[in-house]
Nanobody, 127 residues
Framework: QVQLVESGGGSVQAGGSLRLSCTIS????????MGWFRQTPGKEREGVAT???????IYADSVKGRFTITQDNGKTTLYLQMNSLKPEDTAMYYC?????????????????????WGKGTPVTISS
């Protein structure tokens, strides 16, 4: 059974940094598309950053140059380093994984969905 558990969310002032972690267990597939997504009340979930089996990273335009997605060597933890945070980054952040997505772009993951999801960790940025 695949489980994803996010942590690291919190409240910081604008301009600050946070590092989110996603612990992944039970994932035995050899291929993957993994990523971070976020959602605020009343809005659709949006893709933030993805990474695939080959290590390709893709970012939403809104976070390019500020956020970085990484993994540990054992591929059991997914991270999202968030710098220069803005109030508009406030959201519930979710990590997700999918062994079947050939296309790990933000657009494709939003269109076709992801197989496994965590329950989210809240991020609040104050101005």
């Amino acid at each position: 059974q695949v489980q994803l558990v996010e942590s690291g969310g919190g409240s910081v002032q604008a301009g600050g940094s946070l590092r989110l972690s996603c612990t992944i267990s039970g994932y035995t597939y050899t291929t993957y598309c993994m990523g971070w997504f976020r959602q605020t009340p009343g809005k659709e979930r949006e893709g933030v950053a993805t990474i695939d089996t080959d290590g390709r990273e893709i970012y939403a335009d809104s976070v390019k140059g500020r956020f970085t997605i990484t993994q540990d060597n054992g591929k059991t933890t997914l991270y999202l380093q968030m710098n220069s945070l803005k109030p508009e980054d406030t959201a519930m952040y979710y990590c997700a994984a999918d062994p079947y997505n050939v296309d790990c772009s933000i657009i494709a993951t939003m269109r076709y969905g992801m197989e496994y999801w965590g329950k989210g960790t809240p991020v609040t940025i104050s101005s």
